[in-house]
């Protein structure tokens, strides 16, 4: 099992930079791919950004060149960097993770991101 927690969210304006932290509660090592999701009111629910096992990443087209995933395996946490924020970001941001072993995706509560001026 796998509890995730979630932060760094909050206010920004447009162009602003935010840093979204996933902590885990045992080593990221063990999960096969972990993931950003965010979810804007009325809109289902989109992959952000993704980072795999052997460090492959991959991107939602509409925030490629501005947000960029990574990850601390000593602080079993992963990261969203987002820079050049827009209005259209504003959103929910869910961590994910995926654990191969027993097939099963892991949900954080969720944090809320807002870019208004």
């Known amino acids: 099992q796998v509890q995730l927690v979630e932060s760094g969210g909050g206010l920004v304006q447009p162009g602003g930079s935010l840093r979204l932290s996933c902590a885990a509660s045992?080593?990221?090592?063990?999960?096969?791919?972990m993931c950003w999701y965010r979810q804007a009111p009325g809109k289902e629910r989109e992959l952000v950004a993704r980072?795999?096992?052997?460090?492959?990443?991959n991107y939602a087209d509409s925030v490629k060149g501005r947000f960029t995933i990574s990850r601390d395996h000593a602080k079993n946490t992963v990261y969203l960097q987002m820079n050049s924020l827009k209005p259209e970001d504003t959103a929910v941001y869910y961590c994910?993770?995926?654990?191969?072993?027993?097939?099963?995706?892991?949900w954080g509560q969720g944090t809320q991101v807002t870019v208004s001026s």
């Open positions: 045992r080593s990221i090592l063990s999960i096969s791919v």
């Open positions: 980072i795999s096992m052997s460090g492959n990443t």
């Open positions: 994910n993770a995926f654990v191969a072993s027993n097939n099963y995706n892991y």
